[in-house]
């Protein structure tokens, strides 16, 4: 079996493509990635050399690119390529629409012409906007996507639906929570307060820090895109979470006890305009389905993952040096400090 994985040089790509080599050693694999920002081929230095592993330096959006590293004999398409972080998206739309939008269907396009078995599409919960206290998101949900980052996502997943309706691809389309764990860029939540709190720098929670995520520690995901890929049915959507809801305020809590740092590096600032309030995944259908758990508690995962950045310096430094200076300067540089409501 050979797979064509996009964004592999991501956090949850990454991730993914080693874990997909321990699970299916035969299989070959080449992941094409832009090498954004946010891709870095350090995150697979491990597995680079493996002869049934090849990277391909590509744009999702750019036909040319996509045709010429698809080779004919690939079996499966896994979409993870993205402009992911909604702070970014709020500051500049076009990336995402053109590498979350016209990427999508590029690919959609190359799969249908060269007889792809079956398109996976990556997504997350966000397609289905902010919940109130009570309920949770299943897969009949409807999509009200409150960011250009998840309007972006909630296109794409329009656009899969339609090929597989019009032109009868094999597609599924798989919604996550918040994943957390090695190798995520230090621009979201955990890995930014890890390693800012590492430094004892600030750690900028946006408004009163009662907005809750549902969090998935990313092996666990791996293991239930690896099911739903294998034995899921095709045209359907599955929504993989780990029952794990946490504020944010909780998050930082365990990480500065994880850490042994005290809660005065706590600094909350002004909030991301149109924040979603609350994200909580009903999991029922993947664990019906595929008998798939998670096997990490939030407590287990957050350790671990506390682990792999105090014991990964040299990576951290890296991604936090040059670009990401300005970037950091850029985004909370100019955000007020509000007075904390308790
Ligand atoms: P990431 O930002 O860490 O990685 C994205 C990768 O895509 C990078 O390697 C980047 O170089 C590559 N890329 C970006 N634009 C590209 C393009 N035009 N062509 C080719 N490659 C390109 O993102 P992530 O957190 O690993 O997320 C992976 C996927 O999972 C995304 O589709 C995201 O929407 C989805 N998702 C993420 C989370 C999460 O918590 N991280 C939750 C739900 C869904
Ligand atoms: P993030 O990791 O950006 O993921 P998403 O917005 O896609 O869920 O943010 C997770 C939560 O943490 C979200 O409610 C916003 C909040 N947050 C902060 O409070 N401070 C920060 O510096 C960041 C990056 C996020």
């Keep these: 079996m050979k797979v064509f994985i996009t964004g592999g040089a991501g956090f949850i790509g990454s991730n993914f493509i080693r874990y997909w080599m321990r699970a299916h050693p035969q299989c070959e694999i080449i992941n094409f990635d832009k090498l954004t920002y946010a891709g870095n081929p350090a995150n697979l230095a491990d597995v680079a050399g493996q002869p049934n592993y090849r990277f391909v330096r590509g744009d999702i959006s750019r036909p040319e690119d996509v045709l010429s590293a698809l080779d004919p004999d690939v079996d499966l398409i896994i979409n993870f390529a993205a402009e992911s972080h909604v702070d970014r998206s709020i500051e500049n739309p076009a990336a995402f629409i053109r590498t979350n939008i016209t990427g999508v269907q590029v690919l959609l396009d190359a799969a249908r012409e060269r007889g792809i078995d079956r398109f996976v599409q990556i997504s ?44 009868g691809l094999d597609t599924i389309i798989i919604r996550s929570g918040n994943c957390y764990g090695p190798y995520q860029f230090p621009e979201k939540l955990i890995p930014l307060m890890i390693t800012n709190a590492m430094d004892d720098q600030p750690l900028p929670i946006y408004g009163d820090g009662l907005n809750v995520r549902d969090w998935i520690y990313v092996e666990d995901y791996c293991r239930a895109v690896d099911a739903i890929i294998t034995r899921g049915r095709s045209g359907e959507v ?92 850029r985004m909370y540089g100019h955000r007020k400090i509000l007075k904390p409501s308790h």
């Design 124 to 167: 997350t919960d966000e397609v289905m906007g902010s919940l109130g206290p009570e309920g949770y998101f299943t897969e009949e949900s409807p999509l009200q996507p409150n960011s250009p980052y998840a309007a972006s996502k909630a296109a794409a997943e329009m656009l899969v639906r339609a090929s597989h309706h019009t032109f």
């Design 238 to 329: 599955y929504c993989v979470g780990a029952r794990s809801e946490k504020t944010n305020l909780e998050v930082v809590e365990t990480l500065l006890r994880l850490l042994n740092k005290p809660r005065s590096l706590i600094q909350f600032v002004e909030d991301r305009p149109g924040h979603d309030r609350r994200y909580a995944i009903d999991p029922s259908k993947v664990e019906r389905e595929f008998g798939w758990r998670p096997q990490e508690t939030f407590e287990s995962g957050m350790a671990k993952t506390v682990h792999w950045y105090q014991t990964h310096r040299p990576w951290v430094d890296a991604v936090r040096s040059g670009a990401y200076r300005e970037y950091y300067q």
